[in-house]
DNA sequence: ATTATAAGCTAATTCCAATTAGCTGTCAAG
DNA sequence: CTTGACAGCTAATTGGAATTAGCTTATAAT
């Protein structure tokens, strides 16, 4: 039942793996159980899908972003108190993200659905890099300056220190994108990461 | 003339846009300015063209690794000396080695042809992860090691000073990788991020 | 001069994958 | 009960793309 649904499933993962062009139709619907033709008379035809595809993800984004206050909505930093965050909240923060960014099996397949066909389809490389830089910047760096006005960390260029508490959780996830069998080595570089960022910035040495 | 190398360029630079299977025979040998058939003089299949770019890299990288001192051999971090690097040799080293990766016309295709092919071979995605991760890690935590015992900067994990230093260039390499009208917005954030850095491993504040 | 080879071309050939045609069974609404 | 929409199936159809066949010309070696 839901075979609508199922489609958009099966067909998201296997164009995540092998991206829109070595995806047969025939692919998809084995996935579902059901032969080729039968595909279409849930969607008109392949790229219907892709584009179903883009459109449930659209709804999904914003419930999710503004979920993890990680939209580029500048108001929506101010749930974060200007007052004290130790380091141990920034790595609670910095490996929540990083771990539902990697895990959650709906953004990761979506994720790297954008990054092999990030190139050939304009509108994925402005989502991906909305997702994934833009949107994390802009939140973080309003952050970090309420976290240097309020005198918790020190006063240096925000968007730097968005940049470098971020960049490390985004170029391990994609390590582990490729192969998930480093993530175990990875994991604690990533909480050493946020504690000496922690420290180095709050000028404890 | 040299219609065989010729192939393998314009082969590499429609694969790195469109990847390996939206690109058609006609379309390298149009590129090349001859028609598909006169193409399988040069080469067998559309596969071996490919094989042939891989191979053709497989040589290039191992000398420009050892110039820029990339490589994962650890006896050549020796070059640098233990002795005084200032803000400005890190600015120097970052940004050179980040417009290199950037901007050589090769290398860039190169990336993205393996940033698009990366999950349906996972002899690219070791290529990526060697070429992007594990060497530049393995060469500037080697430095960065050497640099604190030399007391030069403040003696931290050289692991997380790596990936700090480091994983900033990588992301926004990949973001101007997608929208290269950013540059001129990303350029300045990633001296800033490399003078920002040095001043906090140093201690000066 | 002759001939072999290299590198190009046009015209098949072959295969494959998306899609369409047309049929069948189920089941809910009337 | 019976009819229409739904969702599935098998068997075409269509179009496109890789590769092969077979011919031509230029050139370099004999």
């Given amino acids: 039942m839901n075979t609508k649904k199922r489609i958009l499933d099966e067909a998201l993962t296997l164009f995540s793996e092998k991206g ?10 084995k996935a579902v159980g059901i032969k080729a033709p039968s595909l279409y008379k849930h969607y008109k035809s392949k790229q219907d899908i892709f584009d179903a595809i ?4 659209k709804g999904n984004y914003e419930n999710k972003a503004s979920m993890l206050n990680m939209n580029g909505n500048n108001a929506s930093a101010d749930a974060v108190v200007f007052s004290a965050v130790s380091e141990d909240d920034l790595v609670k923060m910095g490996m929540g993200l990083f771990m539902y960014f990697l895990h959650d099996d709906y953004v990761k397949k979506f994720r790297k659905m954008l990054t092999v066909e990030q190139f050939k389809n304009p509108d994925l490389a402005l989502i991906f890099t909305k997702q994934y830089a833009d949107d994390p910047f802009s939140y973080q760096s309003a952050m970090f300056g309420m976290l240097s006005a309020g005198g918790v960390l020190k006063a240096e260029n925000p968007d730097v220190m968005a940049l470098q508490f971020y960049s490390p959780l985004f170029m391990i996830m994609t390590i582990c994108d490729r192969h998930p069998e480093r993530e175990r080595e990875f994991i604690p570089l990533i909480e050493q990461h946020i504690r000496q960022f922690s420290r180095l910035y709050k000028g404890e040495n």
Same sequence: chains 1, 2.
């Fill in 20 to 29: 829109y062009s070595d995806v047969f139709v025939a692919d998809i619907a």
């Fill in 54 to 57: 883009l459109d449930e993800m």
